[in-house]
Nanobody
Framework: QVQLVESGGGLVQAGGSLRLSCVASESIFSFNTIRWHRQAPGKQRELVAAITSGGRTNYVESVKGRCTISRDNAKNTVYLQISSLIPEDTAVYYC?????????WGQGTQVTVSS
């Protein structure tokens, strides 16, 4: 059973930055795409950023220019660096990975941005 474990969330002031980590229990080469999603209180879960096995990335419009998704294959880890944080970034951030025979989610890490 694949496990994804997120970390790096916390309470940060507006304007600050965070780096979230998603560590997989298996080689991340086995996944087609790894994504970061977030869910704010009372809102639907939304895709924030994605990175393919080939290293292609894309971002939701609201984080473009403030967010970088990257991967360290040797550590089976995908990162999400978010800078210039705003209160609207407050959410639980989830890591998601898919491959041809499965789709996997982590438990999430809370990010709270104070104004």
């Amino acid at each position: 059973q694949v496990q994804l474990v997120e970390s790096g969330g916390g309470l940060v002031q507006a304007g600050g930055s965070l780096r979230l980590s998603c560590v997989a229990s298996e080689s991340i080469f086995s996944f087609n795409t790894i994504r970061w999603h977030r869910q704010a209180p009372g809102k639907q879960r939304e895709l924030v950023a994605a990175i393919t096995s080939g290293g292609r990335t894309n971002y939701v419009e609201s984080v473009k220019g403030r967010c970088t998704i990257s991967r360290d294959n040797a550590k089976n880890t995908v990162y999400l660096q978010i800078s210039s944080l705003i209160p609207e970034d407050t959410a639980v951030y989830y890591c998601n990975a898919d491959r041809n025979w499965g789709d996997y989610w982590g438990q999430g890490t809370q990010v709270t941005v104070s104004s």
